[in-house]
């Protein structure tokens, strides 16, 4: 019986040896893949915004002054920011809704100099491209 039990455990053993390293190969150059699909938004500058930029002047110190008060829509906007940068110093922010109108007035006393006001679309936290106008005063 022992014997028996011998001649069959011999060849089990001889195949498991030759198929061993063959299921191991196996197991480790499996690959799965999933189909990704990714595109992408660049954010546009809107068409137009309609405001007045002025030269200011108070107290003899010169500056400027915009009354911002819409903006042409931008495809998926979720808001829009406005922006006055004076030649020198901190910029003014203002972040405004995607629809309606709005009345943003922003003053800088920041003296002489190239004044540039921005708006931008906003999508969640991403900003698009600036539509710019500058004033020299």
Do not use: H
Not at 23 to 48: E, M
Not at 105 to 115: C, D, F, Q, R, V
């Amino acid at each position: 019986m022992a014997r028996r039990q011998l001649l069959l455990a011999l060849p089990l053993a001889g195949m498991l040896a030759l198929c061993a390293p063959g299921l191991a190969w196996a197991a480790f150059t499996v690959q799965v893949s999933a189909a990704l699909g990714v595109g992408t938004y660049q954010i546009p500058a809107p068409a137009s915004a309609a405001g007045t930029l002025v030269c200011t002047t108070s107290q003899g110190q010169r500056g400027a002054s915009i009354v911002f008060s819409s903006v042409a829509s931008v495809s998926r906007a979720t808001g829009y920011r406005a922006t006055l940068t004076p030649p020198v110093g901190s910029p003014l922010q203002s972040d405004v809704g995607a629809t309606g109108t709005f009345q943003i007035p922003m003053a800088i006393t920041a003296g002489k100099g190239k004044y540039t006001f921005s708006v931008v679309a906003k999508v969640g936290s991403w900003v698009g491209a600036p539509l710019q106008q500058t004033i020299t005063c």
